[in-house]
């Protein structure tokens, strides 16, 4: 088949992908790629501020009719924040834009308590998705708002109406929800940032729930149930038959897991099974201290649901430290055959320590692992040794080091990302992370602490990870520190110079040659080295912030001088300081303290693409594209 004929619908799919100039050219190539290459040109609207929504409003503006003649081709439009839309102006937009597939609107831009009242949302009976933030929008009851609204998109398939704060919890009812689905018979996935209410006859929930018309098509739900769990879960047994994700069960410890026995049997009694195609949950617990929550768990469990994603938050005080390793036993592990992706997050402060590896049982599926548990530890090498398959380990709040056995059991492991923050390792673990596994080629560790014990002649930290080839390496507001010494032993020693040290592009590590001697800074061998002077200024023990500057080979040469000084004995009192007192490459405390400088050098196959600047704030969306992007 020749370029000139493919369909319509390919070409202009294939210029949503191209940059604006090779749109444009793509327009020139023949008659027949002009028009659907135009029409990628216009596939995408953004409506960035207020000036841009009054043009388009006024009848008598350039723009006004630019976009009433074009705005035919226009398939997504997105409304940025803090743009205030009134129903007119809705209005307005269905008129120019009528063939739109996809509305977002972002927070604060819904005008009013009249919101829908104006604007014929039949026009836009093509929308398939609607995205609104509803934060901050004053109306007595969002949900009615969104029903009337409904009515006019019965093609709609995608639905979030999300709202991220607020004092006043939005409520939904059986009928309203029921009235959702009966306006949207093409629904697949809803997202309702809202609380289901409470039934208020209990004794006559589960006869309205067992004749309700199943949604065989939604696959994606999302509410913040709080009350009437068990009658909520016998409500989506019924209604959602192929549901494959739950979003957000609030687990409470108020009784009601005892008081429902009779849903409780209805939900086991269900043929088909009820949630056979439920992959992935979330849930939150609330003051929870009898761990009664963990009986849905085993009901989900003895129903033979095939989880493959489970993400749990805890918010609250935890003084039990068996209610953490409940969760392991009665949770994780109830699904260690077929579960994928496990994020564990605690949101409290608990001061004991305790051991996330002790309970952990083999995990042959698992490749996402995310802990978030203060003063948690984990033995890596456990960890990696019955979780085979994990790619991504992200740890917070959390030390990960090695078992006292770590070398007993060097199998290879295809560990690819590793995420620390605010989390405490050592210098072995990171070699022995190199060795184990060949295949980790990213790493961020951010405001997180690795500490090594120097050699018995200088202060240098080595840190060997020859065989690992980073894509991309982040050492943010990170340190690497030693143990003090004297009367200062309780308190560690940070390292001011960071090396980050690999072959030349001539000489690459390989497995028969990462022994080589070439590691030494003083060595002949070419070395591409980046040396880093960093600075720390502590505020606790466990709060600092880090300013690193990256030294010219002139500094490099003074260093490295120094350093051979250092290590010789010939400059560690303050006396033979005196001549560096001008030199900015040195911390000011050295040269009035007889504390030694320390080092660290990070020795790797290779580094692509590294980042030790301050101030980093993680981001989670770049770091999951470049986990989207793994076999």
């Given at each position: 088949?020749?370029?000139?004929?493919?369909?319509?619908?390919?070409?202009?799919?294939?210029?949503?992908?191209?940059?604006?100039?090779?749109?444009?050219?793509?327009?020139?190539?023949?008659?027949?790629?002009?028009?659907?290459?135009?029409?990628?040109?216009?596939?995408?609207?953004?409506?960035?501020?207020?000036?841009?929504?009054?043009?388009?409003?006024?009848?008598?503006?350039?723009?006004?009719?630019?976009?009433?003649?074009?705005?035919?081709?226009?398939?997504?439009?997105?409304?940025?924040?803090?743009?205030?839309?009134?129903?007119?102006?809705?209005?307005?937009?269905?008129?120019?834009?009528?063939?739109?597939?996809?509305?977002?609107?972002?927070?604060?831009?819904?005008?009013?308590?009249?919101?829908?009242?104006?604007?014929?949302?039949?026009?836009?009976?093509?929308?398939?998705?609607?995205?609104?933030?509803?934060?901050?929008?004053?109306?007595?009851?969002?949900?009615?708002?969104?029903?009337?609204?409904?009515?006019?998109?019965?093609?709609?398939?995608?639905?979030?109406?999300?709202?991220?704060?607020?004092?006043?919890?939005?409520?939904?009812?059986?009928?309203?929800?029921?009235?959702?689905?009966?306006?949207?018979?093409?629904?697949?996935?809803?997202?309702?940032?809202?609380?289901?209410?409470?039934?208020?006859?209990?004794?006559?929930?589960?006869?309205?729930?067992?004749?309700?018309?199943?949604?065989?098509?939604?696959?994606?739900?999302?509410?913040?149930?709080?009350?009437?769990?068990?009658?909520?879960?016998?409500?989506?047994?019924?209604?959602?038959?192929?549901?494959?994700?739950?979003?957000?069960?609030?687990?409470?410890?108020?009784?009601?897991?005892?008081?429902?026995?009779?849903?409780?049997?209805?939900?086991?009694?269900?043929?088909?099974?009820?949630?056979?195609?439920?992959?992935?949950?979330?849930?939150?617990?609330?003051?929870?201290?009898?761990?009664?929550?963990?009986?849905?768990?085993?009901?989900?469990?003895?129903?033979?649901?095939?989880?493959?994603?489970?993400?749990?938050?805890?918010?609250?005080?935890?003084?039990?430290?068996?209610?953490?390793?409940?969760?392991?036993?009665?949770?994780?592990?109830?699904?260690?055959?077929?579960?994928?992706?496990?994020?564990?997050?605690?949101?409290?402060?608990?001061?004991?320590?305790?051991?996330?590896?002790?309970?952990?049982?083999?995990?042959?599926?698992?490749?996402?692992?995310?802990?978030?548990?203060?003063?948690?530890?984990?033995?890596?090498?456990?960890?990696?040794?019955?979780?085979?398959?994990?790619?991504?380990?992200?740890?917070?709040?959390?030390?990960?080091?090695?078992?006292?056995?770590?070398?007993?059991?060097?199998?290879?492991?295809?560990?690819?990302?590793?995420?620390?923050?605010?989390?405490?390792?050592?210098?072995?673990?990171?070699?022995?992370?190199?060795?184990?596994?060949?295949?980790?080629?990213?790493?961020c560790l951010v405001r997180s602490i690795i500490s090594g014990e120097h050699s018995s002649n200088n202060s240098r930290i080595s840190i060997d990870m020859s065989y690992t080839h980073f894509k991309k390496l982040q050492l943010n507001d990170s340190r690497f520190t030693l143990p003090s010494e004297g009367k200062d032993g309780n308190k560690d020693r940070n390292a001011n110079y960071v090396v980050l040290s690999q072959p030349s592009s001539s000489y690459q590590i390989t497995d028969s040659n990462h022994d080589h001697s070439a590691w030494d800074i003083y060595s002949d061998i070419t070395m591409e080295d980046t040396w880093y002077f960093v600075t720390y200024k502590m505020f606790t023990s466990e709060g600092w912030s880090s300013t690193p500057w990256i030294m010219s080979k002139k500094d490099i040469t003074t260093v490295v001088e120094l350093l051979r000084?250092?290590?010789?004995?010939?400059?560690?009192?303050?006396?033979?300081?005196?001549?560096?007192?001008?030199?900015?490459?040195?911390?000011?405390?050295?040269?009035?303290?007889?504390?030694?400088?320390?080092?660290?050098?990070?020795?790797?196959?290779?580094?692509?693409?590294?980042?030790?600047?301050?101030?980093?704030?993680?981001?989670?969306?770049?770091?999951?594209?470049?986990?989207?992007?793994?076999?």
């Amino acid at each position: 088949m020749l370029a000139s004929e493919l369909p319509f619908e390919i070409l202009r799919n294939i210029g949503r992908f191209l940059y604006l100039p090779d749109q444009l050219e793509s327009c020139l190539v023949c008659r027949t790629w002009k028009i659907p290459f135009q029409d990628s040109m216009w596939d995408v609207i953004d409506l960035q501020n207020d000036e841009m929504m009054d043009k388009m409003s006024d009848v008598s503006t350039r723009v006004h009719a630019f976009y009433r003649k074009n705005g035919y081709r226009v398939r997504e439009l997105l409304i940025w924040p803090n743009i205030y839309i009134d129903d007119q102006e809705i209005f307005t937009l269905q008129q120019h834009f009528p063939n739109l597939n996809c509305l977002i609107i972002s927070h604060s831009c819904l005008g009013g308590p009249n919101f829908g009242s104006i604007a014929d949302w039949n026009l836009w009976g093509s929308l398939t998705e609607l995205n609104v933030d509803i934060t901050g929008w004053c109306h007595d009851n969002p949900a009615d708002a969104f029903l009337n609204i409904s009515l006019g998109l019965p093609n709609l398939e995608r639905l979030m109406l999300n709202r991220f704060n607020g004092n006043q919890p939005v409520v939904v009812t059986l009928d309203q929800l029921e009235s959702f689905h009966s306006n949207l018979p093409q629904l697949k996935y809803l997202v309702l940032d809202m609380r289901p209410a409470a039934f208020e006859n209990e004794e006559d929930a589960l006869e309205r729930i067992v004749n309700v018309k199943p949604a065989t098509k939604l696959k994606h739900l999302q509410l913040n149930v709080f009350n009437s769990l068990y009658q909520w879960l016998c409500y989506f047994a019924i209604k959602y038959p192929n549901l494959q994700v739950m979003v957000t069960l609030q687990l409470l410890d108020n009784g009601e897991f005892e008081q429902y026995p009779k849903e409780k049997a209805f939900i086991s009694s269900l043929s088909p099974p009820a949630f056979q195609y439920l992959e992935w949950i979330d849930v939150i617990t609330k003051k929870n201290p009898k761990q009664l929550h963990l009986d849905i768990w085993k009901q989900f469990y003895f129903l033979n649901i095939k989880l493959k994603r489970i993400t749990w938050a805890v918010w609250c005080d935890m003084t039990d430290i068996g209610y953490l390793e409940a969760i392991v036993k009665e949770c994780m592990n109830l699904f260690s055959k077929t579960i994928e992706t496990f994020h564990f997050l605690c949101d409290f402060d608990y001061r004991k320590s305790w051991d996330f590896t002790t309970h952990l049982e083999y995990f042959p599926a698992l490749v996402d692992l995310y802990i978030k548990a203060p003063h948690s530890f984990i033995e890596l090498d456990v960890l990696l040794d019955r979780c085979v398959s994990l790619k991504v380990l992200k740890v917070v709040d959390s030390k990960f080091f090695l078992s006292t056995n770590e070398y007993e059991t060097p199998k290879n492991h295809g560990l690819r990302m590793l995420i620390g923050l605010d989390s405490i390792t050592t210098c072995n673990t990171l070699e022995y992370l190199s060795a184990r596994c060949r295949r980790l080629n990213y790493m961020c560790l951010v405001r997180s602490i690795i500490s090594g014990e120097h050699s018995s002649n200088n202060s240098r930290i080595s840190i060997d990870m020859s065989y690992t080839h980073f894509k991309k390496l982040q050492l943010n507001d990170s340190r690497f520190t030693l143990p003090s010494e004297g009367k200062d032993g309780n308190k560690d020693r940070n390292a001011n110079y960071v090396v980050l040290s690999q072959p030349s592009s001539s000489y690459q590590i390989t497995d028969s040659n990462h022994d080589h001697s070439a590691w030494d800074i003083y060595s002949d061998i070419t070395m591409e080295d980046t040396w880093y002077f960093v600075t720390y200024k502590m505020f606790t023990s466990e709060g600092w912030s880090s300013t690193p500057w990256i030294m010219s080979k002139k500094d490099i040469t003074t260093v490295v001088e120094l350093l051979r000084r250092q290590d010789s004995g010939n400059i560690n009192t303050i006396n033979g300081k005196n001549e560096y007192l001008d030199f900015k490459m040195v911390p000011e405390e050295w040269c009035t303290k007889n504390t030694p400088l320390a080092y660290v050098v990070l020795k790797c196959g290779s580094i692509s693409n590294y980042d030790m600047s301050p101030g980093y704030e993680f981001n989670h969306y770049t770091w999951e594209m470049i986990y989207d992007t793994f076999e």
